[in-house]
């Protein structure tokens, strides 16, 4: 069982710079069609200051992060983690070349099935380099007790 007591602990920041091959090798992988997410031409031509990052590329920033060792403090073991669920709000459109800085924090932590199942919700708000805020992301991981 992972205790309550690390809702609200702060994860480590990281940062991490959206590189345009990555964000093409995404699209292509995730089936965009939108030429503005392969082609600086067309993304400037629709107004864009470079490629934008497609839908739900900040989960795969996310996960990329350096130090997971806060899972191992709460308790959580990798062979016994699903994730749960993703979902993403956005405030601001994220380009090519950014570099984005990512800050995270354990929301809540709940349990179902009889205990069986732990939930630890963590909710994550990503700023580019001039500290515009450009998204919030909350993940759940399960831990299969």
Excluded: C
């Amino acid at each position: 069982m992972i205790d309550k007591k690390h809702i609200g602990m702060a994860l480590p920041a990281f940062q991490a710079t959206a590189e345009a091959g990555q964000l093409r090798f995404f699209a292509k992988a995730t089936g965009e069609s939108n030429p503005v997410y392969f082609d600086e031409a067309a993304a400037l031509a629709a107004g864009h200051p470079g490629i934008p990052l497609p839908p739900t590329f900040l989960f795969s920033l996310e996960i990329q992060q350096p130090a997971r060792s806060w899972r191992a403090e709460i308790g959580i073991q990798p062979a016994r983690v699903l994730h749960g669920e993703q979902s993403f709000t956005y405030h601001r459109m994220a380009y090519a070349g950014d570099v984005l800085r990512f800050e995270s924090r354990i929301a809540d932590i709940y349990a179902r099935k009889n205990g069986a199942l732990d939930f630890v919700v963590r909710e994550t708000r990503v700023t580019n380099q001039r500290g515009e805020h450009v998204a919030d992301l909350r993940g759940v991981l399960v831990h299969r007790n």
